[in-house]
C-alpha cells in the first residue's frame, strides 16, 4: 500500500470511520486508479471523516479535485483524479453497493474476485 493510501486510511480510521475498503484499478483506464471506500455512522461523521481527509491530503501536497455529495452526507466523493474516497452512511453503502458493481467489471476483466481488497 502506498503512502497516499495509508494517508486517507489512517484519517479514516482516526475518524472512527468503519469498514474501510480498497478497490485498484492501475493502468485500467478506469476514472481512477483506485477507490477507498469507506462508511460513517451519520452524515456529521461523514462530513467529519471528509473533511479529515482533505486536511491530511492537504499535508501531502494533494487538493481536491472535486467534492460530490458533501451538503447531504449520505454519500460523500472526494475526487483526487487518481484516487477517489468515497464515505457513506451504512444504509446509503448497502443501496448503492459499488464494491459489488466493481468487483464484477473486474472479473470481466480476467481477475477473480479475490483479487479485490
Same mark, same amino acid.
Given at each position: ?6 494517508? /486517507? ?15 485498484? =484499478? ?5 476514472? !481512477? ?11 456529521? &461523521?461523514?462530513? !467529519?471523516?471528509?473533511? =479529515? ?11 481536491? /479535485? ?11 466523493? #472526494?475526487?483526487?483524479?487518481? #484516487?477517489?474516497?468515497?464515505? =457513506? ?11 459489488? #458493481?466493481? &468487483?464484477?467489471?473486474?472479473? #470481466? ?7 479485490? &481488497?
Amino acid at each position: 500500500m502506498n503512502k497516499i493510501f495509508e494517508t /486517507v486510511i489512517n484519517a479514516i480510521e482516526e475518524k472512527k470511520g468503519t469498514d474501510i475498503s480498497t478497490i485498484e =484499478f492501475k493502468d485500467k483506464g478506469y476514472v !481512477a486508479d483506485a477507490f477507498i471506500i469507506a462508511s460513517g455512522n451519520n452524515d456529521k &461523521q461523514t462530513k !467529519a471523516i471528509a473533511d =479529515f481527509v482533505e486536511e491530511e491530503m492537504e499535508k501531502k501536497g494533494e487538493a481536491v /479535485v472535486r467534492r460530490e455529495g458533501y451538503q447531504l452526507g449520505k454519500w460523500i466523493i #472526494l475526487d483526487y483524479g487518481f #484516487l477517489m474516497v468515497h464515505i =457513506f452512511t451504512p444504509q446509503e453503502r448497502e443501496y448503492y453497493d459499488i464494491e459489488r #458493481l466493481w &468487483q464484477e467489471s473486474k472479473r #470481466l476483466m480476467g481477475m477473480e474476485k479475490d483479487d479485490v &481488497q
